[in-house]
């Protein structure tokens, strides 16, 4: 999704950094992209979101939300 908007970015969102707790969620790069995934044991985690402003990373499977990795 890109929003273009004269509105600044925390009124849109509101305190949506708020709502992450940082010690559920750790920040990973995987295949190269900046993820946001869940710990789950072992090495391996549960894919969250992206973090990336090029949709082709979006299309790529490897990197949907709810997958599992291994780091």
Request: proline share 7%.
């Amino acid at each position: 999704m890109i929003l273009y908007s004269i509105v600044p970015v925390e009124i849109v969102f509101g305190n949506f950094s708020n709502q992450i707790k940082e010690n559920e969620y750790v920040e990973l790069e995987y295949l190269g992209e900046k993820i946001i995934a869940i710990p789950l044991s072992n090495n391996r985690y549960k894919i969250d979101r992206i973090i990336s402003t090029s949709p082709k990373v979006y299309l790529n499977p490897n990197l949907a939300p709810g997958t599992i990795i291994e780091q």
